[in-house]
């Protein structure tokens, strides 16, 4: 089993390793029992060998991580005596293995602190059930165009995007307010907080990816409980505390609202915090792995704790 030349070969001096990119093909070259074997593979599964067919038995390993449910083309040569494997190195967000394989791969990856940033891949070939067969030294492979460099770009320029947003929403005289020109509102600024951030991150992953990124259903979850504690707020929020709000404005958004009006108060406090943690897991997941992450039920669990105390002590404010 040899690696056959890619699509990028390197061309500065001192180059030695190919360079590969999302959406090229990783070409193979397997000889004498691994054709046997291979073969065998697309004939129990009936798959033609010339078609593109995700072939669930035969994969390639990346660092140790098994690259699930990639497209595959098999082309003979030599009589039939060699074959040609080409996986097609591209995620489908909507596919929960692949996702989770690029995920894994991703997450662990060694970077070679060079100006184009490549990861560097020891690569290897599973058929069937048999042991990783390991495919020469160590390959290096560069993502996403210009590798992890393009990756931090992206994200300064999603976060300084955000930071926008913010700052327009705060100067804006009601979107994060009780009542216009009033304190500022906890719950509208946690719903807010959620609300840009998967914008802003579905935003640089679509640019980066040229894909829509899939957004997992704990997410969506974690916008509801952010949406429902927001309406509960403002249901149990009398029209006259409005109107005391309004004439009582206050400068200093973490002032208000980690405020109850009469000073700090723990169970505001404690949904800052955790809102503010899970947004800091949140931002360093996608730059790891470069994809939304999916929160455990605890997480979320603890969230909705923490969201319910906030409404239910804010009916005694």
């Known amino acids: 089993m040899s690696l056959l030349p890619g699509p990028h070969r390197p061309n500065r001096p001192g180059d030695r390793l190919p360079l590969y990119h999302f959406g090229d093909y990783l070409k193979l070259r397997a000889d004498g029992a691994c054709v046997t074997q291979i073969l065998a593979l697309y004939d129990q599964t009936g798959d033609s060998v010339a078609n593109n067919v995700v072939q669930t038995n035969l994969g390639l390993v990346f ?6 449910q990639m497209a595959t083309t098999l082309t003979r040569h030599d009589e039939g005596k060699s074959l040609e494997l080409a996986f097609l190195l591209s995620r489908d967000s909507e596919n929960i293995d692949n996702r989770q394989a690029w ?23 599973i058929i069937g059930k048999d042991p990783v067969r390991h495919i020469g030294a160590a ?14 770009i992206a994200i300064a320029l999603g976060f300084i995007a955000m930071v926008l947003a913010f700052f327009f929403a705060l100067k804006h005289p009601s979107l994060l307010r009780v009542h216009p020109n009033g304190a500022y509102s906890l719950a509208k600024s946690q719903m807010a ?15 980066l990816l040229d894909d829509m990124e899939h957004i997992p259903n704990s997410l969506l979850i974690l916008v509801g409980l952010s949406g429902a504690t927001s309406f509960a707020s403002v249901w149990i929020t009398p ?4 109107m005391a709000m309004a004439d009582h404005t206050m400068r200093h958004f973490l002032q208000d609202i980690c405020s109850d009006g009469t000073g700090a108060s ?5 949904a800052v915090i955790w809102t503010g943690m899970l947004g800091v897991v949140f931002i360093n997941q996608v730059m790891l792995v470069i994809s939304m992450p999916d929160f455990n039920n ?5 969230l909705g704790i923490s969201n319910g105390t906030y409404v239910a002590m804010k009916m005694k404010e």
């Open 298 to 302: 605890t997480l979320l669990t603890l």
């Open 63 to 68: 660092n140790g991580v098994r690259m699930k």
């Open 266 to 270: 723990v169970h505001r406090v404690q």
């Open 193 to 207: 907080f959620w609300a840009v951030l998967l914008a802003v991150t579905f935003a640089v992953l679509y640019g």
């Open 239 to 242: 029209s006259a505390d409005k």
């Open 139 to 152: 390959q290096a492979i560069s993502f996403l165009g210009s590798g992890v460099t393009s990756i931090y």
């Open 103 to 125: 995920n894994d791969f991703l997450g662990t990856a060694r970077h070679h602190e060079d100006r184009h940033s490549e990861l560097l891949v020891e690569l290897g070939l």
